[in-house]
Nanobody
Framework: VQLVESGGGAVQPGQSLRLACEAA??????MAWFRQAPGKEREGAAC???????????FYSDSVKGRFTISWDKGKGSTYLQMNNVKPEDTDVYYC?????????????????????WGQGTQVTVAS
């Protein structure tokens, strides 16, 4: 079982960045992105969950809604987080997470401890 994030880096405010999460070794119904700043608790950002063959239901925290977009290509085992109009407060380590059983996105985003599979994280820094 493996989750591997990529795509982090340093960008300026207002720019865009696309993170990717590659999943391997397990079947999943949903995938979520979290972020964490030093000394702060991990915060849910976005989540996507199966909806009977369509593109997936998506959920966002208020802090990223309208700027970030989560999507996936389950056939490739890839989940993406498109980050547009980034702000300095988006500076965090970003993690993708999932679980071996189906989970409600709303609950997962509110409680990171409800998920048991995590990647190692990728750093995003937004600064002028």
């Amino acid at each position: 079982v493996q989750l591997v994030e990529s795509g982090g880096g340093a960008v300026q405010p207002g720019q865009s960045l696309r993170l990717a999460c590659e999943a391997a070794g397990f079947d999943y119904k949903g995938m979520a992105w979290f972020r964490q700043a030093p000394g702060k608790e991990r915060e849910g950002a976005a989540c996507i969950h199966d909806n009977d063959g369509n593109n997936g239901n998506t959920f966002y925290s208020d802090s990223v809604k309208g700027r970030f977009t989560i999507s996936w290509d389950k056939g490739k085992g890839s989940t993406y987080l498109q980050m547009n109009n980034v702000k300095p407060e988006d500076t965090d380590v970003y993690y993708c997470a999932s679980d071996r059983v189906s989970f409600p996105c709303q609950i997962a985003l509110a409680s990171f401890r409800s998920l048991d599979l995590w990647g190692q994280g990728t750093q995003v820094t937004v600064a002028s």
